[in-house]
Nanobody, 113 residues
Framework: QVRLVETGGGLVQPGGSLRPSCETS????????INWYRQAPGKERELVAT????????NYADSVKGRFTASRDDRWNTVYLQMNNLKPEDTAVYYC??????WGQGTQVTVSS
Protein backbone atom coordinates (compact mmCIF):
# COMPACT_ATOMS: atom_id res chain seq x y z
CA GLN A 1 0.00 0.00 0.00
CA VAL A 2 1.47 3.31 -1.11
CA ARG A 3 1.61 5.95 1.63
CA LEU A 4 2.99 9.47 1.81
CA VAL A 5 3.09 11.25 5.19
CA GLU A 6 4.19 14.86 5.53
CA THR A 7 5.54 16.25 8.80
CA GLY A 8 7.59 19.24 9.86
CA GLY A 9 5.37 22.19 9.12
CA GLY A 10 4.73 24.91 11.66
CA LEU A 11 4.65 28.60 12.47
CA VAL A 12 7.72 30.65 11.63
CA GLN A 13 8.55 34.35 11.38
CA PRO A 14 9.41 35.96 8.04
CA GLY A 15 13.01 35.18 7.13
CA GLY A 16 12.94 31.93 9.07
CA SER A 17 13.39 28.33 7.91
CA LEU A 18 11.51 25.05 8.00
CA ARG A 19 12.26 21.59 6.65
CA PRO A 20 9.15 19.51 6.01
CA SER A 21 9.61 15.79 5.38
CA CYS A 22 7.65 13.33 3.25
CA GLU A 23 7.98 9.80 4.58
CA THR A 24 7.06 7.21 1.98
CA SER A 25 6.20 3.52 2.15
CA UNK A 26 4.81 0.79 -0.04
CA UNK A 27 7.09 1.43 -3.02
CA UNK A 28 10.77 1.84 -3.92
CA UNK A 29 11.44 5.56 -3.61
CA UNK A 30 14.52 5.52 -5.84
CA UNK A 31 12.33 4.58 -8.82
CA UNK A 32 9.96 7.54 -8.54
CA UNK A 33 9.82 11.28 -8.89
CA ILE A 34 8.28 13.03 -5.89
CA ASN A 35 6.66 16.44 -6.21
CA TRP A 36 6.00 19.06 -3.56
CA TYR A 37 2.82 21.12 -3.99
CA ARG A 38 1.26 23.81 -1.86
CA GLN A 39 -2.20 25.26 -1.56
CA ALA A 40 -2.98 28.56 0.07
CA PRO A 41 -6.53 29.48 1.18
CA GLY A 42 -8.65 30.44 -1.80
CA LYS A 43 -5.95 29.54 -4.31
CA GLU A 44 -5.28 26.61 -6.60
CA ARG A 45 -2.75 23.95 -5.73
CA GLU A 46 0.69 24.99 -7.02
CA LEU A 47 3.69 22.84 -7.95
CA VAL A 48 6.64 24.03 -5.85
CA ALA A 49 9.46 21.54 -6.38
CA THR A 50 10.23 18.25 -8.09
CA UNK A 51 12.76 15.68 -6.94
CA UNK A 52 13.42 13.24 -9.75
CA UNK A 53 14.24 9.62 -9.12
CA UNK A 54 17.76 8.88 -8.03
CA UNK A 55 18.24 12.63 -7.52
CA UNK A 56 18.90 13.07 -11.23
CA UNK A 57 17.08 16.34 -11.44
CA UNK A 58 15.49 19.05 -9.39
CA ASN A 59 13.04 21.69 -10.57
CA TYR A 60 11.50 24.62 -8.74
CA ALA A 61 8.76 27.18 -9.22
CA ASP A 62 10.11 30.65 -9.94
CA SER A 63 8.57 31.92 -6.71
CA VAL A 64 10.81 29.68 -4.57
CA LYS A 65 14.02 29.41 -6.61
CA GLY A 66 17.07 30.21 -4.53
CA ARG A 67 15.12 29.75 -1.28
CA PHE A 68 13.78 26.17 -1.36
CA THR A 69 15.80 23.00 -1.87
CA ALA A 70 14.36 19.51 -2.38
CA SER A 71 16.42 16.49 -1.42
CA ARG A 72 15.89 12.81 -0.73
CA ASP A 73 17.34 9.94 1.22
CA ASP A 74 16.34 6.74 -0.54
CA ARG A 75 17.76 4.65 2.32
CA TRP A 76 15.18 6.15 4.66
CA ASN A 77 12.42 6.48 2.02
CA THR A 78 12.11 10.17 2.79
CA VAL A 79 12.02 13.34 0.71
CA TYR A 80 12.73 16.75 2.24
CA LEU A 81 11.95 20.35 1.37
CA GLN A 82 14.38 22.81 2.94
CA MET A 83 12.68 26.20 2.99
CA ASN A 84 14.79 29.26 3.79
CA ASN A 85 14.04 32.99 3.89
CA LEU A 86 10.36 32.27 4.24
CA LYS A 87 7.84 34.93 3.31
CA PRO A 88 4.21 35.43 4.36
CA GLU A 89 3.15 34.45 0.83
CA ASP A 90 4.67 31.00 1.43
CA THR A 91 1.88 30.30 3.91
CA ALA A 92 0.02 27.22 2.67
CA VAL A 93 -0.59 23.53 3.22
CA TYR A 94 2.31 21.64 1.69
CA TYR A 95 1.73 18.22 0.08
CA CYS A 96 3.96 15.59 -1.42
CA UNK A 97 2.78 13.67 -4.45
CA UNK A 98 3.74 10.60 -6.45
CA UNK A 99 2.62 9.54 -9.90
CA UNK A 100 -0.52 7.44 -9.86
CA UNK A 101 -2.52 9.97 -7.91
CA UNK A 102 -0.92 9.42 -4.54
CA TRP A 103 -0.97 12.32 -2.07
CA GLY A 104 -0.12 12.83 1.54
CA GLN A 105 -2.45 14.54 4.00
CA GLY A 106 -0.42 17.77 3.97
CA THR A 107 1.43 19.82 6.56
CA GLN A 108 0.56 23.43 7.40
CA VAL A 109 3.24 26.10 7.02
CA THR A 110 2.41 29.54 8.39
CA VAL A 111 4.79 32.47 7.99
CA SER A 112 3.78 35.36 10.19
CA SER A 113 5.23 37.83 12.65
Amino acid sequence: QVRLVETGGGLVQPGGSLRPSCETSGFTLSLYTINWYRQAPGKERELVATSSRSDTGLNYADSVKGRFTASRDDRWNTVYLQMNNLKPEDTAVYYCNRAGGYWGQGTQVTVSS
